[in-house]
């Protein structure tokens, strides 16, 4: 397969929101506001500052994609890329396509002098995610993830926790 991998353009947007859309689907069993994420993924597209997406393109249309964004380390005094919305087309998966999407990724970061490494988060459940993660040479860390998801509604924001399990 001629595989080119690339930085995303505008152009690359309904494909990239598409990608999402299934990637919650399959991996959360959520159903995703199409008009959201074609927003949300135009924004990050416009605003660099953000981050950017990585496709796989095979000369016909757009196969895979990973999205990085940038967390600051006060430690380290440089940049955590992370990596996000990793999603493969399932028809071409296990042909490496994320190996040569997380390759381009890791010679960006190893150039840059701001970056002091790559993290990504995967479903605890996601088995096969993982082995492929480990095959390319990441590593699972010895962090969880914690989050706190804001509803946003017209009369005002209200908090809730992103799942309904009791804390302990």
């Not at 605003?47 to 196969?63: C, Q, R, S, T």
């Not at 895979?64 to 955590?80: A, H, K």
Request: aromatic residues 10%.
């Amino acid at each position: 397969m001629n595989l080119v991998i690339r930085h995303a353009t505008p152009d690359d947007a309904p494909a990239i929101a598409r990608f999402n859309v299934a990637l919650a689907r399959e991996t959360e069993r959520r159903t995703l506001n199409r008009r959201l994420v074609a927003l949300g993924v135009r924004a990050l597209l416009n605003e660099p500052h953000h981050g950017f997406y990585v496709v796989a393109d095979n000369g016909k249309k757009i196969v895979g994609m990973t999205m990085v964004t940038y967390e600051w380390s006060d430690w380290l005094n440089r940049q955590w890329w992370w990596l996000q919305s990793v999603y493969v087309d399932p028809s071409l998966r296990r042909s490496g396509i994320f190996g040569k999407i997380h390759a381009y990724i890791e010679e960006l970061a190893a150039r840059a002098d701001n970056v002091c490494g790559i993290r990504l988060y995967a479903e605890k459940d996601n088995l096969p995610a993982h082995r492929t993660y480990r095959s390319i040479g990441l590593s699972p860390s010895n962090y969880g993830v914690f989050e706190q998801l804001f509803e946003r509604k017209k009369k005002g924001v209200k908090s809730r926790p992103s799942s309904n399990r009791p804390i302990t």
